[in-house]
């Protein structure tokens, strides 16, 4: 790793890509600490450290802003609603024939989807900064103290535009620096600014760590000691698991065409154990936050009494059950997860196509008749490479909540997604400075 790093140093095109996209970096996190005006963020913080905890979804959007959306600065929408966008055109892709003949024009259908996206990126913004404004709007301090200054009147008025322009401008400025950064920098715009709001998270949270062990030892080391080697082995069994495949041999028969032999290779089709990355969690995480939103609309009875009304009791105990402390949350979480994996990959491989495509180049399986039965066997092996990649994205994203059960010690924003998150970034982006070191190196055609 840190001889790709000093190689790409060395060479003046790469490098000055590296400094352009650190440069966006600075730039990105300056925007983070740079509040909305009429609010209180005393009172936003306070209200964000204690709903979003536990591994819910406000805490892991909090998460991948950087921190930004508990402080309420221009950036607290961050990446989520390119995000968001790219995530439901990848799917409409699929569900929309025009859509899918746009992907299939090349670089001019790629172009029109690019500006479709912009748009649904742009309106995503609105409705998220209106939803923020909104529960903005409903936090109360403990002294009841409002966390917008102005909510009524011209000065409410003027406070509620204010701030929602603030949060589409920020998020459509963080939307052009990764866009810059896909142009003139080095890996994926908006992968690698999650990747730094992630990254200036954690010495925060290695301090708070370090500030129990201090304050408590004998309550606190054993538990902190024993994360800091759980947080080791899983480091390296996600880059175990993002660098692992199942290796489909594929044989091309020989033909001859003139004097000239074509074909006869051996060679292989890779399928990525963790081919969906962590888009099962986000889709998992994003259905099982539907519960905990409406409660911040409309909160349920803190306990069951004589007077409660049947409406009122379901309500409860419907928004009890999906608590993100309950182990019940954890298991339908994993099967979502389960769930949600398989069905990116369906979108993702078409065994048919696969199958059509072996046979259109004089390629088979070895063992294999060509047809329905590569199709069954490329299905088969997708199957189960599928369960054990889910299982493994399942596991990773529940253990958060499972430690915080066990050891009542909050580490959601150094759990597992997290880390998942920033090993996968960082190891495309690493593949990338090869990629463009191979590039300028390659041997000339006289050596």
């Given amino acids: 790793m840190f001889k790709t790093l000093k190689n790409a140093w060395g060479v003046p095109e790469i490098r000055s890509k590296l400094l352009f996209t650190l440069l966006i970096i600075v730039i990105f996190r300056l925007g983070s600490t740079i509040t909305v005006p009429f609010l209180d963020t005393a009172v936003v913080t306070e209200w964000m450290d204690q709903h979003a905890s536990g591994g819910n979804f406000l805490e892991y959007l909090n998460i991948i802003s950087g921190g930004a959306l508990s402080k309420a600065t221009i950036f607290s929408l961050g990446v989520t609603p390119a995000i968001n966008a790219s995530i439901i055109m990848q799917l409409l892709t699929y569900a929309l024939p025009p859509l899918e003949r746009l992907q299939q ?44 200054k102005y909510t009524t009147g011209a000065a409410g008025v003027v406070a509620m535009l204010v701030i929602i322009l603030s949060f589409i401008a920020g998020a459509s400025l963080v939307v052009w620096m990764g866009n810059r950064i896909n142009e003139k920098g080095i890996g994926n715009g908006m992968s690698i600014l999650i990747f730094a709001g992630i990254v200036a998270r954690i010495p925060i949270d290695i301090g708070t760590l370090g500030g129990l062990v201090l304050d408590d030892p004998k309550q606190y080391f054993a538990k902190v000691f024993i994360y800091a080697i759980i947080f080791v082995i899983m480091v390296v069994g996600i880059v175990v698991m993002n660098e692992a495949e199942r290796r489909i041999p594929v044989q091309y028969a020989k033909r001859v065409v003139g004097r000239k032999q074509y074909g006869g290779q051996n060679t292989h089709i890779p399928i990525k154990v963790c081919m969906s990355g962590v888009m099962p969690i986000i889709f998992a995480m994003s259905f099982m936050s539907l519960p905990s939103t409406i409660s911040m609309f409309k909160a349920p009875v803190d306990a069951i009494t004589d007077t409660t009304t049947m409406g009122q009791k379901i309500y409860y105990y419907f928004i009890n059950f999906f608590n993100t402390r309950t182990y019940t949350y954890a298991v339908v979480y994993f099967i979502l997860i389960i769930a949600f994996n398989y069905f990116y990959v369906a979108i993702q491989y078409n065994p048919i196509e696969m199958a059509n495509g072996l046979r259109q180049s004089n390629g088979a399986i070895p063992g294999i008749k060509p047809g329905k039965p590569t199709s069954d066997y490329i299905q088969r092996v997708l199957s189960k490479v599928g369960l054990v990649g889910a299982v493994f994205l399942g596991l990773v994203a529940i253990f958060p909540i499972i430690f915080l059960n066990i050891t009542n010690l909050d580490v959601s924003s150094m759990g597992g997604t997290s880390i998942l998150i920033c090993v996968s970034v960082a190891l495309e982006t690493f593949r990338t400075l090869e990629s463009q070191l191979m590039m300028r190196h390659h041997p000339g055609f006289l050596d």
């Fill in 105 to 148: 024009e090349g670089e001019s259908g790629r172009k029109k989807l690019n500006r479709i996206t912009s748009f649904v990126t742009l309106g995503l913004s609105i409705f998220m900064a209106i939803a923020y404004y909104i529960t903005l709007k409903n936090m109360k301090g403990e002294d009841n103290t409002a966390a917008i």
